[in-house]
């Protein structure tokens, strides 16, 4: 049962007992929801990294958030909402004068015409404002369910988990999901819907997002000074286990737990 190891016992590494198949659908729901309670302790203030102030600044900075960091996507969104503040300004907008602000966030040309065929999509089908069901923010150019979801949680309050790959990489690292779901966000999405309460959908991928950047990296996670660590399956198996060696990896800020 995975109650019989005792905190101390859990983080040898290899010795989760997840890692024998010893889950029930019902611990595994719980373990998923403590392991939202502990990231709310060591990251109260989870947020969304992008800077917005309207649902259509949020649209167009998840837009052109793919493929970079929010940091670089952080640095041309001033210029870029003071020149287009409306729907409209961008359906109008030179490709050529959008590409020029929006260079250092790659892919520029591909975003570029996103952006303006998102600002004509936006004034034709549904009067220059952002839509809030899921179908229509989908029907967007360059808006797939995460950018939807992102949009939906953080401008207009509605439940929504986000599924980008660091949340796919905690996801699997923590084995909240079945290794068959691989990289299908659809299929993740559903899964940890079923896990997580739908009120905390929006903070815990907030909270798995913070996770991922500051701790559990890609390559060599910070599993010494993980807050999650005794929920962790994988702790030790990737990243080290000394916490003086793991917190030279953490990147950012975070509270004890
Ligand atoms: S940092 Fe290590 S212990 Fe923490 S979630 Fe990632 S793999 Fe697990």
Not at 66 to 87: E, I, S
Not at 139 to 154: D, E, I
Not at 192 to 206: D, G, K, N, Q, Y
Request: net charge positive; hydrophobic share 40%; charged share 25%.
């Amino acid at each position: 049962m995975s109650g019989s190891l005792t905190p101390q016992q859990r983080r040898v590494p290899g010795k989760h007992p997840v890692l024998k198949g010893e889950e029930s659908p019902l611990a595994r729901k719980r373990r998923a929801r403590r392991i939202n309670r502990t990231l709310a302790k060591a990251f109260p203030d989870a947020h969304a990294e992008l800077d917005f102030s309207s649902p259509l600044e949020l649209l167009v900075a998840t837009v052109l958030s793919a493929q970079t960091t929010d940091v670089r996507v952080n640095q041309v969104t001033p210029a870029l909402f003071r020149a287009y503040p409306t729907a409209a300004d961008y359906a109008a907008a030179s490709q050529a004068e959008v590409e020029e602000i929006i260079r250092p966030t790659g892919f520029f040309r591909a975003k570029a015409a996103n952006l303006i065929g998102l600002g004509q999509k936006l004034v034709s089908d549904f009067g220059g404002e952002v839509p809030v069901a899921l179908e229509d923010l989908v029907s967007l150019p360059g808006v797939g369910r995460k950018t939807a979801h992102v949009v939906r949680g953080n401008a207009f309050g509605r439940p929504g988990l986000t599924v980008d790959t660091h949340f796919q990489r905690l996801m699997h690292r923590l084995k909240l999901i079945d290794a068959s779901l691989g990289s299908n966000a659809v299929k993740i999405e559903h899964a940890v819907a079923e896990l997580i309460e739908p009120s905390e959908w929006t903070m815990f991928s907030h909270r798995i997002i913070f996770e991922g950047r500051r701790v559990c990296h890609a390559k060599s996670p910070a599993c010494g000074v993980c807050p999650i660590a005794y929920d962790c399956p994988s702790f030790g198996l990737e990243g080290p286990t000394d916490p003086a060696e793991a917190a030279k990896r953490v990147k950012g800020e975070m509270e004890q737990v």
